[in-house]
């Protein structure tokens, strides 16, 4: 009898020891979210505190609601403003005091007026957001139908009339936006899909003889060595790993690399005289987004051997300064405040032009304002180009006039991303291209005949 009672008393003894450690666990548990389980003593706590506050205040608490009576069950209460303000205190606090209670509820209920106006204010703004935007697409809507039906069947006598120069001004819808461009660049080389083709199958083949180790130097390829090439071929692969990183379609394992590669490599062939240069990938890659592979290197081709392009790519010095020469004409005239800024902190147009140049914006400026700017540099050719850095320049004159000479060659060189086309736009409309009744090409030839002079002038001159 004596080992039977020893035994449960021992069994009771471990038993209240888990109880206890599964009470304080739980304890924890309960404390991770701020609240700690009603014990048993629980209602009788709560009947202390409100006798100690009716005996403190004078006057009784209001009996407790039968919602309450249900809440003291409950695991957890929900935490929000609206239990806060409008429920009732718990049965085991004192209740909320009436000047308390409606200065709460007013509060709540500004609240939620505030909360109204927001929403209400919110679904206006999205409801402009969605008016806009169906009208920008009914607008390109119209403009594709008026492209198709109306000028590109009739591209000759149409596209110098002052509609169609109207609409071009407003951006051309993306849709047609690849045939516009092959038109508005023509094709004065006359390279077909045919000559493409070999330009593409003798790189490629130049490709497997560098990778292999061959030496061999073609005939049409005299005075262009095996490393300059190669140099080429190298250059070729690291700047299209570069070009517009952020779309992740143009570098390896993307679906526009090989076309970019292919038309690269067939222009290294088809001028060897100018090779690759860094810059022409992009160049190379905004056409691709809009044309076939073929018609992108035909009108990659001619864009490039235009006489601008060019100038810059074969690095062709004294026409360059040239080109800056008439710009600086322009940016007096339209800008004098920051031209003589520009000019006390000696930036000089190189710093920026070369790269807006050379990449005809598609680097500098967001992608689809950069096709923007390419639409009217098609219809309007290189004093285009210039013109938009007068624009870029006007839009930020106000910050620019402010800035030393690090500061302004930095904003420069890498320019807002968040850049808005209108503005732009409406800030390159502003620019005069014309110095003392001369327009851009009379002051650039007038420019190169001067250089020319000077080049071919008297040793007194030269000195």
Same mark, same amino acid.
């Given at each position: 009898i004596s080992l039977t009672l020893l035994f449960s008393s021992c069994r009771n003894l471990l038993a209240r020891k888990q109880n206890a450690r599964l009470d304080k666990q739980n304890d924890l548990g309960w404390k991770l979210f701020g609240k700690v389980p009603l014990r048993e003593n629980a209602q009788k706590d709560s009947k202390k505190i409100q006798k100690e506050y009716e005996d403190k205040t004078g006057r009784p608490s209001k009996?407790?609601? =039968?919602?309450?009576?249900?809440?003291?069950? &409950?695991d957890f209460e929900p935490l929000s403003t609206t239990a806060l303000i409008l429920e009732d205190r718990p049965a085991n606090l004192p209740a909320k005091p009436a000047e308390e209670a409606q200065k709460h509820r007013q509060q709540y209920e500004e609240m939620v007026v505030q909360a109204k106006k927001r929403e209400l204010k919110e679904a206006q703004r999205r409801k402009k957001q969605l008016e806009e935007r169906c009208k920008v697409e009914e607008s390109i809507g119209n403009a594709v139908l008026t492209w198709n039906n109306e000028i590109l069947p009739n591209w000759e006598?149409? +596209?110098?009339?002052?509609?169609?120069?109207d609409l071009w001004w407003q951006g051309i819808p993306p849709s047609v936006r690849g045939k516009v461009w092959s038109l508005a660049i023509g094709n004065e080389l006359n390279i077909t899909h045919e000559l493409f083709d070999i330009c593409l199958a003798r790189a490629k083949e130049k490709w497997r003889s560098l990778s292999t180790g061959g030496s061999e130097v073609e005939s049409e390829d005299a005075g262009f060595s095996a490393a300059d090439r190669e140099a080429s071929l190298e250059l070729i692969k690291l700047d299209i790993s570069r070009t517009f990183p952020n779309l992740c379609i143009f570098q390896q394992g993307g679906p526009y690399h090989d076309m970019l590669h292919s038309i690269l490599g067939a222009y290294t062939c088809y001028r060897p005289d100018v090779g690759y240069v860094q810059g022409m990938s992009f160049i190379a890659a905004v056409l691709i987004l809009n044309l076939d592979t073929a018609d992108a290197f035909i009108a990659f081709s001619n864009l490039l051997n235009k006489p601008c392009q060019m100038a %810059?790519?074969?690095?062709?010095?004294? #026409?360059? #300064?040239?080109? $800056? !020469? !008439?710009?600086?004409? $322009? %940016?007096?005239?339209n800008l004098p405040k920051l031209f003589a800024h520009f000019k006390k902190n000696n930036l000089t147009p190189d710093i920026y /032009?070369?790269? +807006?140049? $050379?990449t005809l914006y598609s680097k500098s400026l967001p992608l689809d304002l950069a096709c923007r700017v390419w639409d009217v540099f098609c219809?309007?050719?290189?004093? %285009? /180009?210039f013109r938009t850095a007068l624009g870029i320049l006007k839009l930020f004159e106000d910050i620019l006039t402010k800035m030393d000479f690090i500061h302004m060659a930095q904003f #420069?060189?890498? &320019?807002?991303?968040? &850049? =808005?086309a209108e503005e732009l736009f409406a800030s390159i409309a502003?620019?005069?291209?014309?110095s003392r009744n001369k327009k851009w090409a009379q002051v650039l030839t007038a420019l190169q005949k001067d250089s020319r002079e000077m080049e071919k002038g008297s040793p007194s001159l030269r000195h």
């Open positions: 009996p407790p609601s =039968p919602k309450q009576n249900v809440r003291k069950n &409950l006598t149409m +596209w110098c009339s002052r509609k169609v120069r %810059f790519f074969r690095v062709d010095h004294g #026409l360059m #300064l040239t080109y $800056f !020469a !008439a710009f600086e004409v $322009f %940016f007096e005239e /032009l070369i790269d +807006w140049i $050379f219809r309007d050719g290189e004093e %285009f /180009l #420069l060189t890498r &320019l807002p991303e968040d &850049l =808005p502003t620019i005069q291209m014309q």
